[in-house]
Nanobody
Framework: QVQLVESGGGLVQAGGSLRLSCVRS????????MGWFRQAPGKEREFVAA????????VYADSVKGRFSISRDNAKNTVYLQMNGLKPEDTAVYYC????????????????WGQGTQVTVSS
């Protein structure tokens, strides 16, 4: 079984930064594509960013390109989401996800989800 545990969420003012972390335990970490999704109140969960198992490929939603950066450290079984230039519309619960392949906004066969971490951006 695989467990994903997110951390790093919180309250930040518009224009500020946060770094989310997701630690994975269970089966071999390095063979999973990893990603971040978010869900705002009253909205569907949406794709934010993804990274391949090697870390060589990354994909971003248009809404976060140039502001967010995803990375991973396979030695630490951890994936990160660096969020800069935060906007109030980035407010959501952020979820870590693992999949057998690189996730994209159009296709993501998520095998495992984390429990989520709240990010709130005040104006």
């Amino acid at each position: 079984q695989v467990q994903l545990v997110e951390s790093g969420g919180g309250l930040v003012q518009a224009g500020g930064s946060l770094r989310l972390s997701c630690v994975r335990s269970g089966r071999t970490f390095s063979r999973y594509g990893m990603g971040w999704f978010r869900q705002a109140p009253g909205k569907e969960r949406e794709f934010v960013a993804a990274i391949s198992w090697s870390g060589g490929s990354t994909v971003y939603a248009d809404s976060v390109k140039g502001r967010f950066s995803i990375s991973r450290d396979n030695a630490k079984n951890t994936v990160y989401l660096q969020m800069n230039g935060l906007k109030p519309e980035d407010t959501a619960v952020y979820y870590c996800a693992a999949a057998a392949t690189l996730m994209t906004p159009q296709k993501y066969d998520v095998a495992y989800w984390g429990q989520g971490t709240q990010v709130t951006v005040s104006s």
